[in-house]
């Protein structure tokens, strides 16, 4: 059975820092596309980045690029999202969801069209002073 668990989400000031973490479990050999996506209250979801485990290949939205990183601890099949320099406008639901790799498909286009096989349940992220 397949599972995702993201974990870290939680309440820090502006200008703070947090890591979210989404632990894997059930998944087969092979090669994938993790993202993050978040949604704000009222707000559609969001793609922030998404990255490949074949090429290491990523892309971040603009609107997260140089504040936030994403990692992978393969013997920990964990995936991180570093946040760095958090703004109120970051505040958020955080997903972590994985999809099978389609080689054709640019990372960027994962996030624009959205649609991945497996995704957690969300850890809430609140930016705020």
């Known amino acids: 059975q397949v599972q995702l668990v993201e974990s870290g989400g939680g309440l820090v000031q502006p200008g703070g820092s947090l890591r979210l973490s989404c632990a894997a479990s059930g998944f087969t050999s092979g090669y994938y596309a993790i993202a993050w996506f978040r949604q704000a209250p009222g707000k559609e979801r969001e793609g922030i980045v998404c990255?490949?485990?074949?090429?290491?290949?990523?892309y971040y939205a603009d609107s997260v690029k140089g504040r936030f990183t994403i990692s992978r601890d393969n013997t920990k099949n964990t995936v991180y999202l570093q946040m760095n320099s958090l703004k109120p406008e970051d505040t958020g639901v955080y997903y972590c969801?994985?999809?099978?790799?389609?080689?054709?498909?640019?990372?960027?286009?994962?996030?624009?069209?959205?649609?991945?096989?497996?995704w957690g349940q969300g850890t809430q992220v609140t930016v705020s002073s």
């Open positions: 969801a994985v999809d099978r790799l389609i080689y054709s498909r640019t990372m960027k286009e994962y996030l624009i069209i959205g649609s991945f096989d497996y």
């Open positions: 990255t490949s485990t074949s090429d290491s290949s990523t």
